[in-house]
């Protein structure tokens, strides 16, 4: 989930994986963890992220709004 979130940030800002991987990895390694296929260390993860311009609060307002909120689930039980 994590590399598709950073996909779609990516694509927001219209920047491409180059841009994007920078000097910290490269365009097939961010290839394959926008789509799922690998991981990346958490401090390269935080440089890709510095190179989109984001921060992990935009990030994980992306990602809690792409999951279901667990408790109106319960609530609706």
Do not use: C
Request: hydrophobic fraction near 35%; charged fraction near 30%; avoid cysteine.
């Amino acid at each position: 989930m994590y590399g598709k979130i950073i996909k779609q940030i990516r694509k927001s800002k219209n920047m491409t994986l180059k841009e994007v991987a920078g000097e910290a990895l490269s365009i097939s390694q961010l290839s394959r963890f926008e789509n799922e296929k690998s991981v990346i260390p958490v401090d390269l993860f935080y440089e890709v992220l510095d190179n989109l311009n984001s921060t992990t609060e935009e990030f994980n307002y992306i990602k809690n709004e792409k999951q279901p909120n667990k408790i109106l689930e319960l609530l609706k039980k």
